[in-house]
C-alpha cells in the first residue's frame, strides 16, 4: 500500500509538469499569433528566436518524458522488491545487530570471537539500560548461540546484548553479535522494503542467514 502510494505520489509530479508544460506551449503559441498579426511587414521579427524557443519546449517535453519512464521503473522495481519478501514470512532469519526481540520469553542471539578469549562476558540490558542477565559465554574461537530465557512476566520488546572478551594477557578480542528472529511483517519505510524480525525493523540486505 505504502509503495502504491508512493509511486502515485511521484507519477503526479511528472503529470503535473506535463500538464503545465502543455498549457505554456499554448500560451506560447498565442502569443507568437498575436506577434505575428501586428508584426511591423517592413520589419519582421526574427523567426530564429522562435525556433529555439520552440527547441527548448521539445527538450523539456523530452525529459519529463524520461521522468515518468523512470518513475514507473522504480515503482516496478520496488513492487518486485516486496514481493520477493514475501518469502521470508515466518521464518527464522539472522541479522546483523546486537539487539533482540523477545517472544515468549526468549531472545536469541549468535556471536563470534575472532580468537579464543580467557574470559568472555555477556549482558543483556532492557532500553533504558537496566541490566536482566550477566554470565559468561563460550571462549572458544568461531559462532555461538546465546538464548536468553527471560524471568517470568519479562514484557515482550527489544532487548540489547554486550559483550566483552580479553585474552589471558588482556588484550581484547575482536567480536561480532547477531540476533535472531521470526519475520512477522513486512514493511514500506521511505520507499524501501524493510522486514519486521520479532519488533525489529531491517532492511532484507542486512540478513545473514535463513532457516525455515
Known amino acids: 500500500m505504502e509503495i502504491n502510494a508512493a509511486s502515485a505520489a511521484n507519477s503526479s509530479v511528472a503529470t503535473r509538469s506535463e500538464t503545465k508544460l502543455a498549457d505554456d506551449f499554448d500560451q506560447f503559441l498565442t502569443l507568437l499569433t498575436t506577434q505575428l498579426q501586428f508584426q511591423d511587414p517592413l520589419d519582421p521579427m526574427d523567426s530564429s528566436e522562435f525556433t529555439n524557443q520552440l527547441v527548448s519546449f521539445s527538450q523539456?517535453?523530452?525529459?519529463?518524458?524520461?521522468n515518468k519512464n523512470l518513475e514507473n521503473l522504480i515503482s516496478q522495481t520496488k513492487t518486485q522488491a516486496m514481493s520477493n519478501a514475501v518469502g521470508y514470512l515466518g521464518k527464522e532469519v539472522t541479522i546483523e545487530t546486537d539487539r533482540a526481540g523477545l517472544r515468549d520469553g526468549v531472545a536469541k542471539w549468535e556471536y563470534g570471537l575472532e580468537t579464543n578469549s580467557e574470559e568472555t562476558k555477556l549482558t543483556v540490558t532492557d532500553s533504558k539500560g537496566k541490566i536482566l542477565f550477566e554470565g559468561q559465554g563460550n571462549n572458544k574461537a568461531g559462532l555461538h548461540?546465546?538464548?536468553?530465557?527471560?524471568?517470568?512476566?519479562?514484557?515482550?520488546?527489544?532487548?540489547?546484548?554486550?559483550?566483552?572478551?580479553?585474552?589471558a594477557n588482556g588484550t581484547d578480542v575482536q567480536f561480532a553479535i547477531y540476533s535472531k528472529g521470526r519475520v512477522e511483517t513486512i514493511e514500506a519505510l521511505n520507499g524501501e522494503v524493510n522486514l519486521s524480525v520479532n519488533g525489529i525493523l531491517t532492511a532484507t540486505s542486512n540478513i545473514q542467514a535463513v532457516k525455515p
Open 145 to 167: 548461540d546465546f538464548v536468553w530465557d527471560a524471568p517470568a512476566n519479562t514484557p515482550d520488546g527489544i532487548y540489547q546484548l554486550s559483550l566483552s572478551a580479553q585474552t
Open 60 to 66: 523539456v517535453e523530452q525529459s519529463i518524458t524520461t
